[in-house]
């Protein structure tokens, strides 16, 4: 075939045939909106990132409190989970509380009678006031004794 018949056969096809320009618009619009869809994942994915660090600080913050209330070294935690142990822990602060509370009433009553007591815990877990002078000591039990029972 000669060039010139080639020629005059690739014009005679580009005639019957239209160029898809609107194809080419279509796609270049679905990438830009695919570029676009990349940026913002890329963002999400980001910001998922740095949640998920905050999380696992705050989850070694919150292992390392529990810890701390149980005095175990997280073994609680481990053992009943996190929400357990977060409600134990709730219940050892108010009883802690309780106990400084009650130590702090034995201090100012004996400061009233100018005595210093040697407080500590007694074999069952209650805080006992005891003084070198047995009349003090009586009157702290006697004290303790009168008050209502702490809950």
């Known amino acids: 075939m000669s060039d010139t018949k080639a020629l005059d056969e690739i014009l ?24 676009r869809k990349e940026v913002e994942f890329d963002a999400v994915y980001k910001l998922a990132e740095e949640i998920n660090d905050k999380n696992v600080q705050l989850r070694a913050d919150i292992g390392n409190l529990l810890a701390i209330m149980h005095r175990d070294g997280g073994h609680h935690e481990g053992e009943v989970g996190t929400h357990q142990a977060t409600e134990d822990a709730i219940k050892v602060y108010y009883a802690l509380r309780a106990e400084l509370d009650e130590a702090t009433e034995i201090i100012a009553y ?33 004290f303790l004794a009168a008050r209502p029972e702490r809950k």
């Open 110 to 142: 004996s400061d009233k009678c100018n005595k210093t007591p040697k407080v500590h815990r007694g074999d069952n877990g209650a805080i006992r006031a005891w003084s070198l002078e047995s009349e003090h000591q009586f009157a702290i039990s006697a």
């Open 12 to 35: 005679k096809v580009a005639k019957c045939t239209q160029f898809p320009f609107e194809m080419i618009d279509q796609a270049a619009a679905e990438l830009v909106e695919l570029k």
